[in-house]
Structures are given as structure tokens and as C-alpha cells.
């Protein structure tokens, strides 16, 4: 890591915003210069961690946890801006693009830049081109053959497509190397330019001492590159079909509890590989991020596998995983973990072995914290300070928003607890989050913003209006910016 060895070295605080939620002309957020402004405001507001969410290029969902690939970057993230100033646009052709209408506008984008590149690079930007394919070659040829051939068959997965496609004979894909080798040639460098994009902007962090905290999910989307390209390390049938699927039981929450629809790992050929896949996809995060998320880390103790007949997660059992191995493994490998366990829900005492035995921070919601009594492990009185802090995170309600729900006598117990403070919410559980002991405190932009429920970015649990939620320049001010950065000094953050 180019900051530091160690991201828990002292007392941080951070933001969580995604990067689509910035504000842009392009529809929606990128990696061009609102993100540089973005990293200004941090650094003015004495933060040192930027937190996104996965980083993958998504289904029509448009949800950064059920992305196309593990590696791979999204291409709606790159910044049209940034491809002018590299030359490989003019600002003509940016203009013309923009003006077209339908969807698209990315990928007519990435390919005009790209004939652009093919005409105009110099000898060292196609050095440098050609260093990252070969650095990237275990995964990236797989996923531009992916996308070529989800292109061909309309988006359809990749069980549905012809059969010597769907199951990888050598000369189908032959064929389609040839016939599409230009489509090939530009996903390839749609990733290139993703990846320098990303780095750039992260230099540009770290040299502010900022840190950037990513998120990988557990589990992998069924239509993706992945599971093509890797069928034998997936429960899947010889046809292709997985034989059980992730989810979690029935709990409070649910009565059905939640059937996810991810195929489960094939545990014994991960393991008899000696976790290379697992090692290559923790290095493509690194190569991105400083500190990692893990999303349901208590999947890597015991996970919940469900029948694919079954309809509902209810009828699922327990299956014991070999996590201490696979954690070994990667200790083994990359030396410290800069890795946080997201350990929220029923945690047994093995998960919570399983994290300490490797050093992994957990996670304490102050939005959980106040609907039983003082032994509630997310109050602040019982955070330890192996743990990240947050007011909410991307699934929950805006600070704000929770508030607002609550019941004259919930509310009543949350003021006092929060000590009767004359501020107006968030920012009582902002100030809260940011004295507690835990060495990291996370705010979700929202709630800086003091933003209610019509602005969260996710509800769990449905499928409309989702993931699309940005924020304008307007509604961050000079005193919000100062009143975070005097609250995260007060604090020793």
C-alpha cells in the first residue's frame, strides 16, 4: 500500500459514497474530475478514507454486489472527460456522441476512443498498453470473450447461449476471437483505461494521505465471466445449472428468509488449487484499494445452501466452509490483511473466532444500536476498537430518514442516550460515531449531507429505484465542511 502499511495504524474516519453517486454531466458519476474535486473535500474535511462499493461492471440492475466479473472494472465509470485529455477524443467527437441519443452512450464512447488510440498512440502508451493485458491475461481474455458473446446472443446468460459456447470448446471460441476480434480488442482497452483512470485517481488520494476502502461480496453472480471461465469451482451441474444457491434462513426479518440466487464455491477444488482463484481475486482488489470490505464473512465459517428447486431460502441447511484455511492461505500469500469483516446479523462464536484469529476488524451500525438495551453490542459502550463505525450503510435509511420512522418513545431513548444534544439530526449520531472507540469511523455522504429517506442508495429486498442516487455540489456547504472537520479533530481522528 503506498500510504501505509498498516490502515488501522491510528484513528481514521472516512465517507461512503459510491462513485456513480457523484455529481457529472455524463448520467451519472465517473472518475474524472468531480472525483478529484470529491478527494479536495475530504482532505479539507480532515477524512482519510474514501469508501465505495464494488467497483465491477454491472447487470441491468445497475447492483454493485451482482456484478459481470470479479476483476473487471465498470466501463460506465470512465470519465469522457479524461479520455479528451488523453488524447484519444476530441472534443468534436465528444460532443457528437453526446448529442446521439439512445443507450449506449459508453460504449459508442470507449469505441470511438479506441480507434483514437489505435491511430495516435505513441510507442509508449502502447508499451504500457500491451504490459497491462499480459499483467491482467488470467482473467481478462476470458471476460472480453464474455462480453463478446453476451453481446452476440442479446445479453442472454451465459447457460443460454449454444452449446459449444456455453460449454468453451477451443474452436467455437477460435471462431469468435476471429470474427470478433475488433469488439475483443476494445474491452480489452476499455479495462486499460478503466485501470488508469482508477490508479491516477487513487495516486491522487494517497498523496493526501486519503486512503480508498473497497467492498467485495462473498459470493459471485451467476451470469458472469467467472463462472463461465470456471465452471469447476462451482456447485454447477454438466449442463451448466447450479445445483444449490447461497442465501441465509428465515430470522426476524424474513420469515422466508432470503434466497440470493449465487451459486455456492466448490470448496475441496478451490482448496486442492491452493486458493489461487480466491488469491488472484483478492489481488485485483488491492491493486484498487487499501483496505477491503468482505460482505457476509460469516459465509466463510458455514454458509446457507438452498436447493434450486427449493422457492424460498426456508428449506436450506448449514454447511461448514474452510475458512481458517482459506484465510492462512492468503496471510500466507500477501502477508497482512488490510481486510474488514462485515460480521452484522446472528454471528456465532466461530465466526467471531474466525475474524480474530486473522485480525479483521468487524462492524458496529449505530442505527441497530437502540432497539434493545444496554447489552446491545452496537451501542457504544460495548464497541471495541478492532471495528469499523457507522451511522448506516449503503442498505440502510439515511440517518435522517431512520429518525424520522422512529416512535415518540424510541426517539426519546435515542436522544438520550445521544445525551440530549440541541443538535439537529444526524449529527448527534454523527458526533457519536466519530467518538467512539472504534479505529475507523465510515458516514455515508447522506447523512453529512442531512438528507432523508427519498436519498438513500439501496432497499433491501426490492427491485425498483436502487442504486442510482447522486448528489449536487449545492447541497455540501463551507460550514458542513468545517463542522466535519472540527468534529474529526476533536475526536483524534
Known sequence: ????????????????????????????????????????????????????????????DLSPY?????????????????????????????????????????????????????????EQDKSRY????QAHAHWLDDFALYRALRRRHGGAPWNQWAVPLRDRQAEALS????????YVGQVFFEQYVFFIQWSDLKSYANAREILLFGD????????????????????LSGDGRPEVIAGVPPDYFSATGQRWGNPHYHWERLQGDGFRWWIDRISSQLELFDIIRIDHFRGFEAYWEIPIDEPTAINGRWVKAPGDELFKALRDHFGSLPLVAEDLGVITAEVTRLRENYGLPGMKILQFAFDSDARNPYLPHNHESSSVVYTGTHDNDTTLGWYSKMS???????????????????????????????????????????????HRMNTPGTEQGNWTWRFIWDQLNEDLTRKLAHLTALYGR
Open 175 to 182: 471462431q469468435v476471437r476471429l470474427e470478433d476480434g475488433d
Open 66 to 122: 451482482q456484478c459481470l466479473s470479479v476483476h473487471a472494472g465498470n466501463p460506465e465509470l470512465i470519465s469522457p472527460d479524461l479520455l479528451v485529455a488523453d488524447g484519444w477524443l476530441t472534443q468534436e467527437e465528444l460532443r457528437q456522441l453526446d448529442g446521439e441519443h439512445g443507450d449506449g452512450f459508453r460504449e459508442r464512447l470507449i469505441g470511438h476512443a479506441y480507434r483514437g488510440f489505435l491511430d495516435r498512440a505513441s
Open 408 to 454: 415518540p418513545l424510541q426517539a426519546h431513548y435515542v436522544d438520550e442516550y445521544l445525551g440530549g444534544a440541541d443538535e439537529a439530526m444526524p449529527w448527534p449520531l454523527i458526533r457519536c460515531a466519530l467518538e467512539s472507540v472504534a479505529r475507523l469511523s465510515i458516514i455515508p455522504m447522506q447523512d453529512i449531507l442531512m438528507l432523508g429517506s427519498e
Open 216 to 235: 467485495l461480496p462473498i459470493f459471485v453472480a451467476y451470469d458472469s465471466a467467472d463462472v463461465w471461465a470456471r465452471r469447476q469451482f462451482f456447485k
Open 1 to 60: 500500500m503506498s500510504v501505509t502499511e498498516n490502515p488501522f495504524d491510528r484513528r481514521r474516519s472516512g465517507v461512503l459514497l459510491h462513485p456513480t453517486s457523484l455529481p457529472g454531466k455524463w448520467g451519472r458519476g465517473d472518475l474524472g474530475p468531480e472525483a478529484y474535486r470529491f478527494i479536495e473535500f475530504l482532505a479539507a474535511a480532515g477524512q482519510t478514507v474514501w469508501q465505495a462499493l464494488p467497483l465491477g461492471p454491472t447487470h441491468a
Open 130 to 133: 500491451e504490459a497491462f493485458i
